[in-house]
Each structure stands twice: as C-alpha cells, then as structure tokens.
C-alpha cells in the first residue's frame, strides 16, 4: 500500500471517529437542551403503559398504618391519577416509582420530611446541578421491565436458578471427561468431554431464557448503582455534598456493580451475532459458568439487600424531589404548608386555595375551624372546592407541596366519600355502596390522630326524611370522634339540624336576562337560593314543565 494512501486511510478514519464524536456531543447537548425546558411546564401525558409504577407502593403500604396511607376509594374519588400525571415530571422508573408512592403516603417521620423538603429546596434553586442530575436520571431511563426492580430486590433469593448444585456437578463432571483421555493419551476417550458438552449445552439452552429475563433486573440494577454514583459526583453532578450518604451506599456495590458488567457483557456479545462472539458465548455456556456467577452474585446482593433498596430509593427520591421543584415552578402560586402543634384543634387555615388540575383556577381562602357543611346551587364549585381542599391535605403531607398562597392543618389521616355510582356487577346500589363508603370512614377515626374526612352529597340515594334524619346522625357522630367532616350538600335542612356542631359556607350564583354566572367564590354562612327551575328556564325547557315545577315546587298550606 502506498504512504499516501495509508495517510489517507487514517484521516478517513479520523474524521469518521470525529463526525460520530460531534454527532453524540450535539445529540447530548440537544437532550439537555430538551430537558431544561421541561422544567417548570406542565408535564406532556407519555402514550405509554403505566402499569408498573405501583409495584414499590405494594409493598411500602404494609409497614404503614390505616391512618397513614391513602385507601384506593380515597385515591380514585381525587382522581389521583390525574394528579400524579400533573405532577410526575420524573426521567426514571424509579424516580416514578418514589412519586407514586410518596403520593399514596401521609408522612408521619419528621427525619425523611425534612430530607425530601431539603432536596426539594436544593433542586428548586440550583440550576446547574439540577440540570446535570436531570441528564443523569434520563440517562437511567424508563425501560418497562425496570419497573419490577422493588420485587426483585426483595425477593432476590426467589430469582435464583435452582438446582444449582446440579450445575456445578455438571461442570466438575465437564473438566474431569478430559482425564481418560489427557492420562492414557488416547482421543478416543473424548467422546467422554463431547457427551458432557453436549448434555451442558442443552440444559444452558433451556434455562438461558429464563437467566436472560433476570439478567434484565441485573442491568436494571446495575444502572441505579451507576446512577447513584454519578449523583453523589460532585463533577458530575453537582450534588454530592448535598447527598453523601448516596455515594457511601454506591461504593458498597462497587464489586458487585463489575460483576453485573462482567455478566451483562457477555450476554450482549451472544446477541451480536458475529460468529466469534457466538462461538465465545457457548463456550461459556457449556461450562455453565454463568448460571454459577448469577447465583453466587444474587446471593451476595442478599447480604445487602436493604442498602441495594436504601439505594434505588434514594435515586428515586432525587427524581421526585426534581419533579417536585418543576411542579412548584408549574403552578401560578404554590406554598409549603405549616403543621399545626399535635395537641392543637384540628382546623384547616387556607389562603387563595385552588385545584392544581385547572388550568384556570379560581382560589379562595376559608377558616376551617371545626367540620362544616358546604352548600349552594349546582354547579356553583363547593364540589370542586372541597375536592380542592382534599387533594391539599394529601399534597401537604406527601410531597409537602400546596396549590395555595398558605395552608396550615394539623398532622391528619384523610378519607372520602365522594364518586360513588352504582355497581351492577357486584349488585350493589348506590344506597348500599354509600352506606359501604361511610361505614369505612367511621372505622377509620381514631383518638391517637385526627382525621379529615371529605363527603359529597350525603346519602342521596335515598328518600329525602330518611337522608336528612340518617345524615344528621351519622354527621353529629363525626364530629364528636376526632374528625374535620367537610360535606357539601343540597340539603339545607342540615345546616340548620346541625347548626350547634357545624360551621356553614356557601357558593351562589347570579341569574339574569343575559345568562347565569357563577363566580365560585366561598361565603360564610348557609345557601340562601336554589336555582335548579331557574336553571330548568335558562335551558330552554317547555313552560309548562318550568311553571308545574314552581308550582309544586311552592310550600303547601
């Protein structure tokens, strides 16, 4: 080959080496770029499936009280769906993950509060190391089978190959074929190694399926080791002073993390299918080598299985804490709520207070300072008003975080009853579901610790004596156990039964020649108007039908 061309050779390389190199560079300047600009906007719905994201929940909820969680009735009356969704500005799985679960839990340890507020915080007002962790969790990613990193973590010991013994007896056997042969030098004793191989060979193929899957939670874990040293880098990311402990817990895999390298390097080599990497991964498979690493790997991380958990969490909880600060930077003005002393009556203090899921919310401030009735018109907002005041309760104690310019309530449990419908399948009314719903918050109160408890029209399904003489009762009951019951209801008669334990508020409307408008503003005292025929006229329904309803709609003499 000619000097020149040999010269020439090596610049094409050169600049294919450096285009490939600028081309990564500009695609990871691009994703920063990308995700800087998420930051602070309202999170796009992902058209992906979310199962997955509960399966750390599952298993976090059985450490914890009644009066600690959020029961699933609670969580679909909230549409807490729609609310993870709004706040979930998470680049990880396990950064999702630590969002749904901090969601599902009212926080009762002060130690872990102050730590999630302190990152919070950190990431809200550093934009720098904010940014670099970002890249670093987006790095980590969202791949659907990382989602079942919890179960594998806890349950390391159900993911290991059985009959391992076995393995090991088949390789020992692999090793000793050879000895006829090697000591009376003759070949035709390697029919003995050839048997064996082939025998290893076929138990490897059938049980490289299932190691291959778990090889998957390996890289799954192998990225959280990776991601978590990279946090606590401070070059890296700016956070490691603020995250030492992260770091501590990322050395003690260290090891572990090369020897899922190691495993992990040579599965993809078998799937490149160039022959050399082939021939390489069934030599190894013949001596079922691997199986045996695994094993003896999974048992190792055992040993240290709740650092290895300790540490997927705390990568979760930087996620989340960044989502949260995004969230924050999201809404038109957000407060971190104050906790009233433990021993202080239990009240609700809330200033310019508004649903996070409109997009043009209305506030209002009220002084809760015993349980309440709701009343007003339809569609007025005491509906969406106490639905508001619910998912702050919950937003305070989670994620301490609060759609209000102020919000103080005391340490408190949380249960509703609110989107109840028939259930055709289980042959359930709506009357007997209610009763269901209302019975379970009765069994929820508690004298250790108060709780609020939210009701949207009480016992509708029933007729009109009997609901006013049930509701009374059963509300009379709540206050006096420990509970902030706040009930929105048409049912004016309650505000005056119960004018001795209730406070009352109210939502109006105005109705004129020109339409009806409603102004969604909360009042003190009782409802003093109904509309439902005025707003039966405002429709355009038949006169005949609009002035038989006031007329029967008139007290008899």
Known sequence: MEPYTLILLCILVMAYILIRLENRRDSRNGKKALLRQSFGAIPQRENRDYGGIEYDWDFEQTNLSEQEQIDEITWNDLEMDAVYLRVNNC?????????????????????????????????????????????????????????????????????????????????????????????????????????????????????????SANLSMLRATLGAIRTARLLSDHGKSGGGESFPDL?????????????????????QSGLSGDLFSLLNAYLVGVT?????????????????????????????????????????????????????????????????????????????????????????????????????????????????????????????????????????????????????????????????????????????????QERIAASCAVLRYLAKHNCLAIVASHDIELTQLLERQYDNFHFSEQITDGGITFSYKIHSGPADSKNAIRLLEYMGFPEEITREARELAQPRG
């Open 91 to 211: 680049r990880s799985f396990a950064g999702e993950q630590a969002l749904y679960t901090a969601l599902h839990r009212l926080s009762q340890d002060r130690e872990a509060e102050e730590a999630l507020r302190g990152k919070i915080r950190y990431f809200g007002e550093h934009e720098t190391e904010r940014e670099r962790a970002t890249y670093l969790l987006h790095c980590l990613g969202k791949e659907h089978g990382s989602y079942y990193l919890p179960v594998f973590i806890r349950n390391l010991k159900g993911f290991e190959i059985p009959n391992i013994q076995f393995y090991r007896f088949m390789r020992g056997l692999l090793f000793c074929s050879f000895l006829p042969s090697a000591l009376l030098l003759d070949t035709r004793y390697l029919v003995f190694p050839l048997f064996t191989a082939l025998a290893n060979l076929v138990i490897y193929s059938f049980q490289k399926y299932k190691y």
């Open 247 to 267: 770091g501590e817990l990322a050395q003690r895999f260290s090891r572990s993390a090369r020897k899922i390298m190691r495993l992990n390097t040579r599965e």
């Open 288 to 464: 079922l080598s691997d199986f045996i690493r695994y094993n003896k790997l999974l048992r190792e991380l055992d040993g240290r299985k709740e650092d290895l958990l300790a540490l997927y969490q705390r990568v979760g909880e930087i996620d989340m804490a960044i989502s949260v600060a995004s969230f924050r930077a999201s809404l038109p003005h957000w407060c971190e709520p104050s906790f009233a002393e433990q021993d202080s009556p239990c009240r609700l203090e809330v200033e310019e207070l508004y649903h996070p899921l409109l997009s043009h919310p209305v506030s209002n401030s009220a002084s809760i300072r015993r349980s309440c009735i709701v009343t007003g018109s339809n569609a007025s907002g005491k509906s969406t008003f106490i639905k508001a005041v619910a998912v702050n309760v919950l937003l305070a104690q989670s994620i301490f975080t609060c759609s209000a310019a102020r919000l103080t309530l005391p340490r408190t449990g949380l249960i509703t009853s609110m989107a109840l419908r028939d259930d055709i399948l289980s042959g359930e009314s709506y009357y007997i579901k209610e009763i269901h719903y209302l019975k379970r918050i009765i069994d929820s109160l508690t004298p250790e610790m108060p709780t609020v408890c939210i009701v949207d029209e009480i016992l509708r399904g029933t007729n009109t």
